[in-house]
C-alpha cells in the first residue's frame, strides 16, 4: 500500500499518466511474474525424484566455465558428470588435480531427463574426501 | 550448420576459448559485463519506448531520444564482445542450441524493428506533442515485447 502510494506521486512529480493502459501493463506483468513463479519447480531437467549413485573412474575431465564434468567410467557405461562452477569447486577444496584422469570417483546427483547419459552430481567422493557441489 | 563447422572449431580451440573455460574467474566476470551492458541497453530501450507509448510527456520524444539512445548504442561496445566471448567457451553446444537460436533471431528482429523505426516513422518525431502515431507505438510494445524476449531466452539458456 505504502510502495502503491510512493509509486502514485513519483507518477504525479514527473506527470506521468497512468491510465487503462498502464493499469493493462502492470496487471500483464504481474501474471508474468505469477507464471514464471509457478513454472520454476518444473523447470529443472534433472530428474530429482530419481537420486543415483555412481562410482567409477575418471576417463577425462574438465575443470572448466561455466561447470566443470567428469566422464565417468562406470560397470555398464561411460556417464557425463556435471560438476559445479570451477570458483566453487576451488573454495570447497576440490582441486584441479584432483579431477586426475583414471581417478576412482563416487558421485550422487540426478539424471538428465533428455539424456540418459547425463547426470547433475549433487556431491562428488575422490578417495575419503565428499565434496558439496550445490 | 556444417558451414559454420571450421570457424567453430577454430573458435573451439583458441586461447581465448581456453582461457574462457580455464581462468576461474574470467567467465563470470566477462557475464558481469554482459549483464551491465544489457540492464543499460534493455533499460535506455525501455525507457524511450515507454516514452514514445505516451509515459512521462514532461519530456518531449526527440529529447528523450537524444538523452537515452545514445547510451543503447555505446552499452553494444560492451555487451557484443562480452557476448562473443562467452560464446567461444562452448559454441558447439551454443550454435545447435534452439533457445540460443532462437535469442539471435529475436535480437536480429529488435534490430529491424529499431532500424525501420528510425528510418521511418521517428523522422517525424518533432511533429508528435498530441502523441506518437500508431506505427511508432506498435514498433514500441514491438521493442519491448523482443528485448524481454531476448532476456528470457538468455536466462533459460542456463536451464535448456
Given amino acids: 500500500m505504502v510502495k502503491a502510494l510512493?509509486?502514485?506521486?513519483?507518477?504525479?512529480?514527473?506527470?506521468i499518466h497512468p491510465g487503462g493502459c498502464m493499469k493493462r501493463l502492470l496487471t500483464l506483468m504481474a501474471l508474468c511474474v505469477a507464471a514464471q513463479a509457478s513454472a520454476?519447480?518444473?523447470?529443472?531437467?534433472?530428474?530429482?525424484?530419481?537420486?543415483?549413485?555412481?562410482?567409477g573412474t575418471i576417463e577425462e575431465s574438465g575443470y572448466e566455465n561455466p561447470h566443470?564434468?567428469?566422464?565417468?567410467?562406470?560397470?555398464?557405461?561411460?556417464?557425463?558428470?556435471?560438476?559445479?562452477?570451477?570458483?566453487?569447486?576451488?573454495?570447497?577444496?576440490?582441486?584441479?588435480?584432483?579431477?586426475?584422469?583414471?581417478?576412482?570417483?563416487?558421485?550422487?546427483?540426478?539424471?538428465?531427463?533428455s539424456d540418459a547419459g547425463e547426470l547433475r552430481a549433487e556431491r562428488i567422493t575422490i578417495g575419503q574426501k565428499t565434496t558439496e557441489l550445490r | 550448420?556444417?558451414?559454420?563447422?571450421?570457424?567453430?572449431?577454430?573458435?573451439?580451440?583458441?586461447?581465448?576459448?581456453?582461457?574462457?573455460?580455464?581462468?576461474?574467474?574470467?567467465?563470470p566476470t566477462v557475464e558481469v559485463v554482459h549483464i551491465v551492458g544489457f540492464s543499460v541497453l534493455v533499460g535506455s530501450v525501455a525507457m524511450f519506448d515507454l516514452r514514445v507509448l505516451g509515459f512521462g510527456r514532461a519530456v518531449a520524444v526527440p529529447a528523450a531520444g537524444r538523452m537515452l539512445l545514445p547510451w543503447s548504442a555505446l552499452s553494444l561496445c560492451a555487451i557484443v564482445p562480452a557476448g562473443l566471448l562467452l560464446f567461444s567457451a562452448h559454441p558447439y553446444e551454443l550454435s545447435a542450441n534452439r533457445?540460443?537460436?532462437?535469442?539471435?533471431?529475436?535480437?536480429?528482429?529488435?534490430?529491424?524493428?529499431?532500424?525501420?523505426?528510425?528510418?521511418?516513422?521517428y523522422r517525424t518525431a518533432a511533429n508528435w506533442q498530441a502523441g506518437a502515431p500508431a506505427l511508432a507505438r506498435l514498433q514500441a510494445v514491438v521493442s519491448?515485447?523482443?528485448?524481454?524476449?531476448?532476456?528470457?531466452?538468455?536466462?533459460?539458456?542456463a536451464y535448456s
Fill in chain 1, 6 to 15: 510512493n509509486l502514485h506521486l513519483y507518477f504525479i512529480e514527473y506527470n
Fill in chain 1, 40 to 55: 520454476h519447480h518444473g523447470w529443472s531437467e534433472y530428474d530429482d525424484q530419481r537420486p543415483l549413485r555412481l562410482s
Fill in chain 1, 68 to 113: 566443470g564434468f567428469v566422464r565417468l567410467k562406470t560397470a555398464d557405461k561411460t556417464w557425463l558428470v556435471v560438476l559445479a562452477p570451477p570458483s566453487r569447486m576451488e573454495s570447497r577444496g576440490l582441486a584441479r588435480a584432483q579431477l586426475a584422469k583414471g581417478a576412482t570417483a563416487v558421485v550422487e546427483g540426478f539424471p538428465k531427463r
Fill in chain 2, 1 to 27: 550448420m556444417s558451414v559454420w563447422a571450421p570457424l567453430l572449431t577454430m573458435l573451439d580451440a583458441s586461447a581465448v576459448a581456453r582461457a574462457m573455460r580455464g581462468s576461474t574467474w574470467l567467465y
Fill in chain 2, 99 to 121: 533457445v540460443f537460436q532462437l535469442k539471435l533471431c529475436l535480437i536480429a528482429l529488435a534490430g529491424l524493428n529499431a532500424l525501420g523505426f528510425h528510418l521511418g516513422v
Fill in chain 2, 144 to 157: 519491448l515485447g523482443l528485448w524481454i524476449g531476448v532476456i528470457g531466452c538468455g536466462r533459460f539458456l
